[in-house]
């Protein structure tokens, strides 16, 4: 069974910073994308913040550019997202995001975490 369990969210003033940790456990093959994702209301659609493909290359939203930077742990099957200047439009609960193939037999699936509260206010 894949778990992706996160932690790092919480309460920061504007201005500040914050790291958030993805790490996947449990039997599986091999991680293809790692993304990151956010929800800023109950019922609003989640959106993409920050993603890393299999080759390391990045892309971001245009809203946290310059702010936010994904990187990863191959080894220890691990996604970070370091937020930096977070603004109070930042707060959202944020979403790891991995499509892993669990057995190797090339059909990949999506995986997500629990979520974690980021809350960014003076």
């Known amino acids: 069974q894949v778990q992706l369990v996160e932690s790092g969210g919480g309460l920061v003033q504007p201005g500040g910073s914050l790291r958030l940790s993805c790490a996947a456990s449990g039997n599986f093959f091999s991680i293809y994308d790692m993304d990151w994702y956010r929800r800023q209301a109950p019922g609003k659609q989640r959106e993409l913040v920050a993603?890393?493909?299999?080759?390391?290359?990045?892309d971001y939203a245009y809203s946290v550019r310059g702010r936010f930077t994904i990187s990863r742990d191959t080894v220890k099957n691990m996604v970070f997202l370091q937020m930096n200047s977070l603004k109070p439009e930042d707060t959202a609960v944020y979403y790891c995001?991995?499509?892993?193939?669990?057995?190797?037999?090339?059909?990949?699936?999506?995986?997500w975490g629990q979520g974690t509260q980021v809350t960014v206010s003076s």
């Open positions: 993603q890393i493909a299999t080759g390391g290359g990045t």
């Open positions: 995001y991995m499509r892993i193939d669990p057995s190797g037999l090339g059909y990949p699936r999506d995986y």
